[in-house]
């Protein structure tokens, strides 16, 4: 099993900046990519950022150049930097991890983000 624990959401102003961290603890599976879900109201959810344990980084192009995705081993948490965030950017944030020999994934609660202009 994998859990996962999502925070560093909050309220911030248009260009303002936060930081997410994901907390997570496994046992019975190694954890392969760690993925940064979004998912805004009447929306579906979209990948917006992921890292794979060999560091290799993906960002969906709205988030590009503004959102770094990182992994601290000896902490065991990812983090989301949110630079120069966009109404657009509103959304409950979700922490996934794709673990296991058959990539099984797992969510955190998610944790809410809300850009005002």
């Known amino acids: 099993q994998v859990q996962l624990v999502e925070s560093g959401g909050g309220l911030v102003q248009a260009g303002g900046s936060l930081r997410l961290s994901c907390a997570y603890s496994?046992?019975?599976?190694?954890?392969?990519?760690i993925g940064w879900y979004r998912q805004a109201p009447g929306k579906q959810r979209e990948l917006v950022a992921s890292i794979t344990r060999g560091g290799i980084t993906t960002y969906t192009d709205s988030v590009k150049g503004r959102f770094t995705i990182s992994r601290d081993y000896a902490k065991t948490t990812a983090y989301l930097q949110m630079n120069s965030l966009k109404p657009e950017d509103t959304a409950v944030y979700y922490c996934?991890?794709?673990?296991?020999?058959?990539?099984?994934?797992?969510w955190g609660q998610g944790t809410q983000v809300t850009v005002s202009s």
């Open positions: 996934n991890a794709a673990a296991g020999i058959n990539d099984y994934y797992f």
């Open positions: 496994t046992s019975t599976f190694s954890i392969n990519t």
